[in-house]
């Protein structure tokens, strides 16, 4: 891929980071996923060449280790120090989508809920060994997924994974999205009709304590006007023609 030609380190970061599906590669990351795997799971729609690309890419620049997967197949992926660092960039562009940048229906992929969900989810704290949760999406392609969470690790299942039914679930996507945020609380959702609950008392009250932990998901302050005469910020040591002027 061809670089940008500048010396400036927000080009030659931009490079490496700001390539397509390299953001969410790096997240995942972060969210301790190891294997290519469960690095395409929370990918939907990346190929496997494009993601065999881009961690090659990420390899090259140090930005990831590559190491044999202990149990004999494939590999697995870790962050180098380097890639560490970009946890910071990632927070800051989570926290700048999540003030400014509004929800389209395109984003409400109900798999990718559930998959965040389970990342996000405190295993070490379930009531039981295994609970498992059958979630109908009206508005989904697939239509109904499970949530399969055993303590030391949750996983999002297309096919029922042979268990017994805790709960049961009834929501559209955006509803799902509301709650996994923390912006309507189960609740309150439960009360307005947008998610529908059947089973036990202590499943509810576990599947609330899953929602509510993305990082992102607290209240998103009042947009702020224009300033004065209409400008908008730029970073230090760039003019309005685009040329920065080095410091």
């Not at 280790?65 to 992926?77: E, F």
């Not at 690790?153 to 799902?176: F, I, N, Q, T, W």
């Not at 912006?183 to 309150?188: D, I, K, Q, S, Y």
Request: glycine share 14%; net charge positive; charged share 25%.
């Amino acid at each position: 891929m061809r670089g940008y030609g500048q010396y400036c380190p927000i080009a030659r970061g931009a490079e490496i980071f700001a390539t397509r599906w390299t953001p969410i590669i790096v997240r995942n990351l972060l969210a301790g996923c190891t294997t290519f795997g469960e690095i395409r799971e929370g990918a939907p729609g990346i190929s496997t060449a494009v993601l065999s690309a881009r961690l090659r890419q990420l390899e090259s620049h140090g930005v990831i280790r590559r190491t044999a997967n202990p149990s004999g197949r494939g590999a697995r992926y870790e962050l180098t120090d380097a890639g560490a660092g970009l946890g910071e960039v990632c927070t800051a562009l989570g926290i700048w989508g999540a003030r400014w940048l509004e929800l389209a229906p395109e984003h409400l992929d109900a798999h990718t809920v559930l998959w965040t969900v389970c990342r996000l989810m405190d295993t070490a704290a379930l009531p039981r060994e295994r609970v498992v949760v059958r979630f109908d999406v009206r508005d989904a392609r697939t239509g109904r997924f499970w949530i399969l969470a055993k303590r030391g690790g949750a996983e999002v299942c297309v096919k029922p994974p042979g268990h017994d039914e805790d709960l049961v679930v009834r929501a559209g996507s955006r509803a799902l999205v509301d709650w996994q945020m923390g912006w309507v609380p189960l609740g309150n959702a439960e009360r307005a009709g947008t998610i529908v609950l059947e089973g036990p008392v202590w499943a509810k009250r576990e599947l609330a304590r899953w929602g509510g932990r993305h990082p992102f998901g607290v209240p998103r302050a009042a947009r702020p006007g224009p300033p004065p005469g209409g400008r908008t910020g730029r970073p230090a040591g760039v003019s309005g023609t685009g040329r920065g002027t080095a410091r």
